[in-house]
Structure formats: structure tokens, C-alpha cells
């Protein structure tokens, strides 16, 4: 028997992707679905459509000027008292009736919407001086998604997958379900809050399980199941917004579809390496024999393969090394570089991706359609985006799409100069290279960190990712207070610089998924071009 047959005849099952590996595959999928929908679901629930003050209509004799029956919110008068033109914030009052002298104050009518949808915006009249609060519950789901990443890391790594993907789920549905009950705005901001949390953590730990659960040759094709499921959820949203437009039965329909993933409780497995680097010999074996016997593979193999592995660990959990912290990620000149530059690089997808994602609406054309675009563009993401970091490897990948991603959303102010339609293109495909960056970032980051670092160092990344996210908002207002070019500039300009510094850091195609930070440690950086014969080395990262 040859070299290549000996090897693969003792491949461990764990590196393998026989039918168990394409079960829990199916299961993660499904499980992914709902946070398609869930992420992006306040471009419905909180759209704000045309509206206009509720004042009565009235006969007013301006002087010279006859306004007869005009709703007092569709004028205002400028400063000169030359011109007439709408003010939906403002009613006009006749201080003066003889001369014609006008005063505008703030509508106390109340608002009309045109439009037969309910959402929240018309619902508690979130317009005009109650502006702010729409953003403002907005922000409080990124800061869920914020806490999310946070608490994510350690809860998985110190409790295990399992346990805090099946709490995470649970409160996931049942905090959807419950917004749908808000009986005041700061109900509604709560439930948003406990949702942001619970979406991110499923699939944070969806997104891990994919990676622990094969070996690198498999690894990339989960990573895009995972995400394509996602996607798929993103493109149910406008259809289950244009079924249900009002906004508490789309969230209690949404929330009561918990109901299907009850099985999961007894499907979802605890992932084996977790297990392996916690010391849990007996769950550890019976789980590997399972999955040996479901691949029908000799369960002889996965002893043998356990016993040196346990030594090891056994070694290092004595000197200490298998209790890590989020100071682990910062206590080494190579770890600190590359958590610093993997930061940055979280911060600019989720600014651009969330920038386009939120202002959908900002488009010409139909608000379903356009979303249902946004997200389509999502699988020749996903499908391009694995096959080039395959072909390239990770480093190259990253770099041209963050700068090709930074050139085509810089331009978009350009374009519309022109055509809406042109810059509309360059919007979407900046978002397409984005998307593929969101899936590939999580896939690396995976990679790069050790086994019981890594969710840590994922759930950092993811943070600090949320508040690039939160950023959004405010760049957005600067654009439209004092030029619209702002957030296209910034952010494409942010986008192009980080996709330089992605050179910096180390190639992890191929490469098993590291089991301790020594392992970690020997990526190098620029490992894609290590055939030099200069003889020189690699200088650590």
C-alpha cells in the first residue's frame, strides 16, 4: 500500500465530511435561516413612508394670496415670503389675516401616512421630533449584536457549543414573538435588544461548529453552506414583509416558526474538539466512536488516534496553557499584530455591508424588489468568494475585495451624477464583494486563533465589527447634514487601506485548524509565497 492510501486510511474521522458531517451540515442550515431574516428586518418594521400633517383643511385669505382649502402641513414660507413649498414637520398659522403675516409651529394634529401598512415608525408617529427614537432602536439591537460578541466567546468556550446554542435559539424566537406584544416603544427596544444577542450567538456558534466539526479540505464548503442559509433567510424577508405589513404579525408569525426548530434540542450535537481540549474523555470517545460508526469507518482508528492527543492536552493542562483568556490575544508581539489588523478588518465589512443593507430604501425603485436584489447578490458572493480563496488562498482574496469593495462604494455619489440605475450597480456590487468578505473573515479568523482561543478571538473580532456597524448611523446623518459624499468616501477609503494591511497577515489555506497557541504561533506571515529560495525567513505575525 502506498504512502497516500496509508495516510488516508488513517484520516481521522474528525477531517473527514462522510454523512454525519453532511447531517449536522443540513441542521446548521436550517438553523442559519431565521437570522437571514431577523438581521435586516427593521428596513420593514421600522420604514417610514409618506406622510404629512393632520391638520384640518382651511380657507385662509393671505392678502393677495388666496389658499383655499390646503392642508396647513403641505406649506411653509420662506424667509423672504416668496415661495410656497412643502414642510411635513411644520403647520402654517395666520398671525395676521389683514396683511397676510405668517408663522410656521410644529404640527399638533398628529401625522397621516399614505400608506395601508402598519409599522413602527406609523404606528407610535416616529417622525418630525420623534425622529431620533427610529436610529436610536436601532442602535440598541447593534448593541445586542454588540453584547452578543462579547459574551458569546467565553459562554462557548468555557460551557461548550450546545448549551449556549440551544438558550440562544430559545431566546431568539421568543423575543421576536414577544416584540410583536410591545405595548410601548421601550418594550419593543428590549425585545430588539435580547434579539440582536440571541441571533448573533446562534450564528457565531453555527458559523464555529462548522469549522470543528471537519477538517481543512471541508471547511470552506460548511463555512458556505452556512452562509448561503443565511442568505436564503435574507431573501425570505421581503417576501414574508410584503405577505404580512403589519409589523406585529409579521413578528408574531416569525416568532411562532420557533416552533419547528423544537427538534434541534435532541439533534444538535456538542462539537468534539471542544470536548477533546476540555479533557471530557468518555463524552469525547463516545461521540467519535458515534461518528466513526455513521461515516462507517473502523472505530479501532479514533483510539489510537485519541491517545496521543489526550497526552498532549494532559501536558498543557498542567502547565496551564489550556486556560485562556481575551489577554491571549493581546500578550504576544505576533497574536497582538494580528487580532489589531483582523479588528480593523471586522469593522470595515460590517460598516459597508450595514451601510448598504440598511439603506435599501434609499434606491429608486420598489423597496421589496431592491431588497430581494441585495440579498440575491449574496450567493454569487458566497459561491465566487470560496472558490477564489480556494484558488488564492485567504490573504489575496481578502485584499482585492476590500479594494475593489472600497473603489465601487466610493463611487456611487459619482455615478448618480449620471444614473441612478449605474450607481444603483456599483452599490450592489461592492456589497457582493463585501458578503463574500463576511463569509470568508469568519472562516479565517476560525483558522487563525487556537482551539480554545478561538471563539474569543472570533467573538473580539465580531465586537468590534458591531461597533464599525453603529458607526453607520451617525456617518449617514453627517451625510445628509452636511454632504451626501461622506459615508461614501470615508468607508471607501477605510475599505481600500485595510485591504493593504490583510497583507500582513499569515496564509491558513490548507493548514489544519490550530490545536494550541504554539501551533498558532508558526503561521507565518506571507505563507502563500513561502517557496523563496532566498534561503531568508518569514518574519512572524
Request: net charge neutral; aromatic share 12%.
Amino acid at each position: 500500500m502506498d504512502d497516500s492510501s496509508t495516510s488516508r486510511k488513517h484520516k481521522s474521522v474528525l477531517d473527514t465530511f462522510g454523512t454525519y458531517q453532511r447531517r449536522i451540515c443540513m441542521l446548521l442550515c436550517l438553523c442559519t435561516v431565521p437570522n437571514g431574516i431577523s438581521t435586516l428586518i427593521t428596513v420593514f418594521t421600522q420604514e417610514t413612508p409618506p406622510y404629512f400633517c393632520n391638520d384640518s383643511l382651511i380657507n385662509t385669505d393671505l392678502g393677495n394670496n388666496s389658499l383655499s382649502n390646503l392642508n396647513r402641513s403641505m406649506i411653509t414660507i420662506d424667509v423672504d415670503n416668496s415661495k410656497v413649498q412643502p414642510d411635513v414637520c411644520k403647520s402654517l398659522q395666520v398671525t395676521n389675516r389683514t396683511e397676510g403675516n405668517l408663522t410656521t409651529s410644529l404640527c399638533d394634529g398628529g401625522w397621516m401616512f399614505r400608506t395601508d401598512k402598519r409599522t413602527v415608525t406609523t404606528e407610535w408617529k416616529l417622525v418630525c421630533d420623534k425622529a431620533w427614537i427610529k436610529p436610536a432602536i436601532t442602535s440598541v439591537y447593534l448593541c445586542g449584536i454588540l453584547f452578543g460578541s462579547i459574551s458569546s466567546g467565553v459562554l462557548s468556550d468555557r460551557f461548550g457549543r450546545r448549551p449556549l446554542f440551544l438558550w440562544a435559539t430559545l431566546l431568539q424566537f421568543v423575543s421576536i414573538f414577544l416584540a410583536g406584544f410591545s405595548v410601548n416603544v421601550e418594550m419593543y427596544a428590549v425585545m430588539m435588544f435580547i434579539m440582536g444577542v440571541s441571533s448573533l450567538i446562534n450564528y457565531q456558534v453555527a458559523v464555529l461548529m462548522a469549522s470543528e466539526i471537519t477538517g481543512p479540505d471541508y471547511r470552506a464548503l460548511l463555512t458556505l453552506a452556512t452562509n448561503l442559509a443565511y442568505s436564503l433567510g435574507y431573501m425570505i424577508l421581503p417576501l414574508f414583509a410584503f405577505l404580512l405589513p403589519d409589523w406585529r404579525w409579521f413578528m408574531k408569525v416569525f416568532g411562532l416558526t420557533g416552533i419547528l426548530y423544537i427538534p434541534i434540542y435532541w439533534l444538535f450535537p456538542e462539537s468534539p474538539r471542544w470536548l477533546l481540549r476540555q479533557e471530557n474523555k468518555d463524552e469525547a470517545i463516545r461521540m467519535i466512536r458515534h461518528i466513526a460508526k455513521v461515516n462507517k469507518m473502523p472505530i479501532e482508528k479514533e483510539i489510537s488516534f485519541m491517545e496521543p492527543l489526550n497526552e498532549n492536552d494532559k501536558d498543557k493542562e498542567i502547565k496551564g496553557e489550556n486556560r485562556f483568556t481575551y489577554l491571549d490575544l493581546f500578550l504576544t508581539a505576533a497574536m497582538r499584530n494580528r487580532t489589531f489588523i483582523l479588528c480593523l478588518v471586522w469593522m470595515c465589512v460590517g460598516a459597508v455591508y450595514y451601510a448598504i443593507g440598511l439603506n435599501t430604501s434609499d434606491f429608486e425603485g420598489n423597496l421589496y424588489v431592491n431588497c430581494f436584489i441585495s440579498a440575491a447578490v449574496e450567493i454569487p458572493a458566497y459561491v465566487l468568494g470560496t472558490y477564489v480563496c480556494e484558488k488564492l488562498g485567504r490573504i489575496p482574496s481578502m485584499a482585492g475585495c476590500f479594494t475593489l469593495g472600497g473603489i465601487t462604494y466610493g463611487i456611487v455619489p459619482l455615478l448618480r451624477i449620471f444614473h441612478e440605475t449605474s450607481a444603483l450597480v456599483s452599490a450592489m456590487i461592492s456589497k457582493m464583494l463585501i458578503t463574500g468578505l463576511f463569509m470568508l473573515v469568519y472562516m479565517y479568523t476560525c483558522e487563525v486563533y487556537p482551539t480554545l482561543l478561538r471563539h474569543m478571538g472570533v467573538g473580539a473580532c465580531s465586537t468590534v465589527c458591531r461597533l464599525g456597524s453603529m458607526l453607520v448611523p451617525y456617518l449617514i446623518f453627517a451625510g445628509n447634514q452636511i454632504h451626501h459624499t461622506i459615508p461614501y468616501a470615508v468607508i471607501g477609503i477605510f475599505s481600500i487601506c485595510v485591504g493593504f494591511l490583510c497583507l500582513l497577515l499569515p496564509e491558513t489555506r490548507g493548514r489544519p485548524v490550530p490545536g494550541s497557541m504554539e501551533e498558532a504561533l508558526q503561521f507565518k506571515r506571507g505563507a502563500y509565497c513561502t517557496t523563496r529560495k532566498s534561503g531568508s525567513q518569514n518574519i512572524e505575525l
